[in-house]
């Protein structure tokens, strides 16, 4: 069984003077960005983010189109392409319907 620094900081109370250090790495590595043994670019967190992107890409298209291209250059997702592409087919579906006063009452009473 292999004593890490964390075992060690616990043991001996100082749990909040843990520093992350990878001696190959050096100190402060950044592998993950929580202590609990998750992995922030695990298969699961992608799926999420990439259906996030689905939906903002329709919902909000510049906000899906920021997402879309931030999966393209952060991660090896195939989806990034397509949110793209549909944040702009929706941009052009909502400056439509904005457009033609879709959005706009005509009719003042309940």
Not at 58 to 65: S, T, Y
Not at 71 to 96: D, E, M, P, Q
């Amino acid at each position: 069984m292999r004593i890490t620094a964390v075992d060690s900081a616990w043991a001996h109370g100082r749990a909040n003077e843990f520093i992350d250090y990878d001696p190959a790495r050096g100190p402060l590595s950044s592998d993950s960005a929580s202590r609990n043994g998750t992995d922030p670019r695990s298969a699961r967190v992608i799926e999420r983010i990439v259906v996030l992107g689905y939906i903002l890409a329709v919902a909000m298209p510049p906000i899906g189109f920021g997402l879309g291209v931030g999966l393209g250059v952060r991660t090896k997702s195939r989806h990034w392409l397509w949110i793209v592409l549909l944040s702009f087919a929706a941009a052009v579906v909502w400056a439509v319907i904005i457009g033609t006063g879709g959005l706009s009452s005509t009719n003042q009473g309940y």
